[in-house]
T-cell receptor, first 116, second 113 residues
């Protein structure tokens, strides 16, 4: 029973390039969440998606960042024209449903983005 | 989401019981308390969740007093592998149909041989 998969685990980009981070949720999970963690800080919510829908993107920067979760395939977090401040660990989490009383999220191993 | 306050760090010797307390004075009626564990270079892992009184699983216990303004995560007989950051989160899992959480800096537990 595979957990949440993220790839790549490490990504190096130069300023101005694009970064694409992928997340495959656990089998049977249709809800995906993306978080960003800066060094020595806690995780911060970015966006919540269901299949083909963005439910809440209130934590995502207004420019350069976008996310999708297509009907088929993994969820993608896309960062255009990366800057050094985008360097962080990006975690994806999934959950089977959004409404049970004790919903919990299952996290992937993260993608560490380094912008040179 | 209710604001939480935890100690920044704690040290413990192997084999001891560790108690990490989290304050959440503004907890709302529908809020649950959830604890996560994060090892370096890994994503957080769910440990335990509770609403009131005491919850126990194979990993930890969670003690919640009647006023619910704080909670204590108890780790019995810690080992070196329990060295990690522990996050306390408070929120309503049913709000808007999802949990939108922002993790604080957590409590960095260092287990000493």
């Amino acid at each position: 029973n595979a957990g949440v998969m993220q790839n790549p685990r490490h990504l190096v980009r130069r300023r101005g390039q694009e970064a694409r981070l992928r997340c495959s949720p656990m089998k049977g999970h249709s809800h995906v969440y993306w978080y960003r963690q800066l060094p020595e800080e806690g995780l911060k919510f970015m966006v919540y998606l269901q299949k083909e829908n963005i439910i809440d993107e209130s934590g995502m920067p207004k420019e350069r960042f976008s996310a999708e979760f297509p009907k088929e395939g993994p969820s993608i977090l896309r960062i255009q024209q990366v800057v050094r401040g985008d360097s962080a660990a990006y975690f994806c989490a999934s959950s089977p449903t959004a409404t049970p009383e004790r919903n919990t999220q299952y996290f992937g191993p993260g993608t560490r983005l380094t912008v040179l | 989401l209710a604001k939480t306050t935890q100690p920044i760090s704690m040290d413990s010797y192997e084999g001891q019981e560790v108690n990490i307390t989290c304050s959440h004075n503004n907890i709302a009626t529908n809020d649950y308390i959830t604890w996560y564990q994060q090892f370096p270079s890994q994503g957080p892992r769910f440990i335990i969740q509770g609403y009131k009184t005491k919850v126990t699983n194979e990993v930890a216990s969670l003690f919640i007093p009647a006023d619910r303004k704080s909670s204590t995560l108890s780790l019995p007989r810690v080992s070196l592998s329990d060295t990690a950051v522990y996050y306390c989160l408070v929120g309503d899992p049913n709000s808007g149909g999802y949990q939108k959480v922002t993790f604080g800096t957590g409590t960095k537990l260092q287990v000493i041989p």
